[in-house]
């Protein structure tokens, strides 16, 4: 994992309800981790013998196991939106972990499995899930794998429609080339549609950094110098560009 | 242009669709990313093998976000190993003709349209649009924005109820003033402004008819039941057709029931009911519906069809 995009990064926490207690779930410096339980492979070997879970350790063995998922780019959040574990949701229908209430016998096989410990994770409320998101983006970005290449161009193209909705007011179509090159946000003049070029890279370096809408300019590219400012690459809604500075994130 | 890459487009619709949320996407159950993964199927430039994990994916990415509108992929219910030719029925009545005729041989993208359109196992309120099909389909080139076909398709949307072609602009041609010969005679008739409007005449009238095969369908009907609000045809079919592929919603009928009158009026069924088989692969009986028929109508003609061949059967009133 590269430093680089997270290293300024304050650290974040969530509640989480493990066993009758509520604990505390830290992101920090890139590492998961559950401060509540200072010897995770002793609790490990205690919940198995008990037979029961832990949702600290629970929680931390879903953010190693699903650490190079695309999954997580699928299901995790594009923007700051609110998600639900899957196994409570069927067909629009809140129901209880027996199952209960049931709607037209329509129930989903996947609505009704078990709840998997990854949709907690990223479930959790605020910034965590999307930090996960951005470390499993930064582990699989620069693979040599094609098939895998058009699950990343499309997280990539997720991330930035949520953040073009989120500036422009709009839910709207754009053209997206993903490549290395010069970063840029045009108008295509023969389909009227905005058209980006961006690298995977922005889903960390500037999605994951949380520096994607900035004082009401889209950011194309961040880099952090040797001063630990952060320069950013950005464009006004006239599409003009403008080069920032920022002490940090 | 780039080459048209069905996989990517599919993950990105369904991107789009996630970023929209709720409040876009809960306005039609069925959504673009089912009706664009049917179509590139259909069509043959998406693998089903393929399709069906992003589908499944986004389910859940959908359900996480309360925006449940599809379900994981569904294996195809067993077919018939083939059309059987049905029991022959004792002819109620003289009068009725039974008949086969072959269609017009129209490009497998624009035949997925119409019968998306027209899918008569479709009884959802909320019927496919089509909008995510053409969309598809246009991006994989598979459909010219010059076709004629496209003027028909937009004449229908300009003279259909809204939920059954959403008036968006964008993705069809303005609608002319007058149908283009290319609009489907059915599509003539079901949108002459007439049909939905009639209060019909209480009456049962025994048909006991079975067609040829055609097209690798036989359907026989039993009764045509006429109410004041609707009408039904019992029937019963055999095929060998495979369902076009979907997942997460019931496969879509290779077959499509319409009817017509001789007072220009269209109609076109949805199964009610159905017993002993699966709609959706055109086997097994049941009921289908219409909207009420023209009370002055004289003779009925149903019109059960697939992409390729379509049976006639004239029923006197």
């Known amino acids: 994992v590269s430093a680089s995009w997270f290293s300024e990064l304050a650290p974040v926490t969530a509640a989480i309800q493990c066993g009758a207690d509520t604990h505390t779930v830290l992101w920090r410096d890139g590492v998961f981790s559950t401060p509540d339980h200072a010897d995770p492979e002793s609790e490990r070997a205690l919940a198995a013998l008990a037979g029961e879970p832990c949702g600290c350790i629970e929680l931390l063995d879903a953010w190693e196991r699903h650490a190079t998922d695309p999954l997580v ?13 899957r196994d409570r949701v069927i067909w629009g229908l809140r129901v209880t972990p027996t199952g209960a209430s049931r709607a037209r016998g329509s129930v989903a096989p996947e609505a009704a499995a078990p709840t998997d410990a990854l949709d907690r994770l990223l479930c959790l409320t605020g910034e965590i899930p999307r930090r996960y998101v951005a470390t499993v983006a930064d582990a699989l970005a620069g693979r040599d794998d094609p098939a895998l290449a058009i699950s990343l161009e499309a997280a990539l193209y997720g991330r930035l429609g949520a953040s073009l909705r989120r500036w422009s007011g709009q839910i709207r179509w754009f053209g997206l080339e993903m490549s290395d090159g010069e970063p840029s946000l045009t108008r295509d003049p023969e389909w009227n549609l905005l058209a980006a070029t961006l690298p995977f890279s922005w889903m960390t370096e500037v999605w994951g950094r949380g520096v994607d809408v900035v004082d009401d300019e889209l950011t194309l590219s961040a880099h952090r110098g040797s001063t630990g400012t952060l320069t950013l690459l950005t ?14 994130v | 242009m780039p080459e048209f890459d069905a996989e990517l487009y599919l993950r990105r619709l369904g991107e789009r669709e996630v970023v929209a949320g709720a409040s876009v996407s809960r306005r039609r159950r069925h959504g ?10 259909s069509c043959e430039v998406l693998d089903p093998a393929v399709a069906a994990p992003v589908l499944d994916g986004y389910a859940v990415a959908f359900a996480m976000r309360g925006m449940p509108r599809i379900a994981p992929a569904q294996p195809d219910p067993p077919r018939q190993p083939r059309a059987a030719p049905l029991e022959p029925r004792r002819p109620a009545s003289g ?5 086969t005729e072959q269609l017009r041989p129209a490009s497998p993208a624009i035949a997925h349209i119409w019968q998306l359109l027209s899918d008569f196992t479709d009884i959802d309120p909320d019927p496919a649009s089509g909008e995510g099909a053409l969309r598809a389909l246009l991006a994989a080139g598979l459909i010219s924005r010059q076709d004629p076909e496209l003027e028909a398709l937009a004449w229908v949307k300009g003279h259909s109820a809204p939920e059954r072609l959403p008036r968006r602009a964008g993705w069809l041609p303005a ?12 599509w003539r008739g079901l949108t002459n402004g007439r049909t939905g409007a009639f209060i019909g005449v209480e009456r049962t009238v025994p048909v006991q008819v079975v067609t040829p095969v055609f097209d690798g369908v036989c359907i026989a009907v039993d009764t045509l039941t006429s109410t004041p609000h609707t009408f039904a045809v019992e029937l019963e079919m055999s095929s060998a057709l495979p369902s076009r592929p979907v997942w997460g919603l019931p496969a879509r009928s290779p077959v499509s029931i319409w009817a017509r009158d001789d007072r220009d009026n269209a109609y076109l069924g949805h199964v009610v009911e159905w017993t002993g088989g699966h709609p959706e692969l055109a086997w097994g009986s049941g009921t289908v519906e219409f909207t009420a028929l023209d009370p002055a109508a004289g003779e009925l003609v149903l019109l059960p069809q697939t992409a ?10």
């Open chain 1, 235 to 248: 464009v006004d809604h006239a599409l003009v560009t403008h080069t920032r500075t920022r002490a940090g």
């Open chain 2, 95 to 99: 009068g009725i003709d039974v008949s």
């Open chain 2, 32 to 41: 673009d990313l089912w009706e664009a993964a049917s179509a590139l199927v």
């Open chain 2, 175 to 186: 609608a002319p003033e007058t149908p283009p010969a290319t609009v489907p005679p059915g």
């Open chain 1, 73 to 85: 780019l699928m299901l995790g959040p594009r923007d700051r939106e609110a998600l639900e574990p």
């Open chain 2, 308 to 317: 390729r061949a379509r049976a006639v059967i004239r029923i006197p009133l």
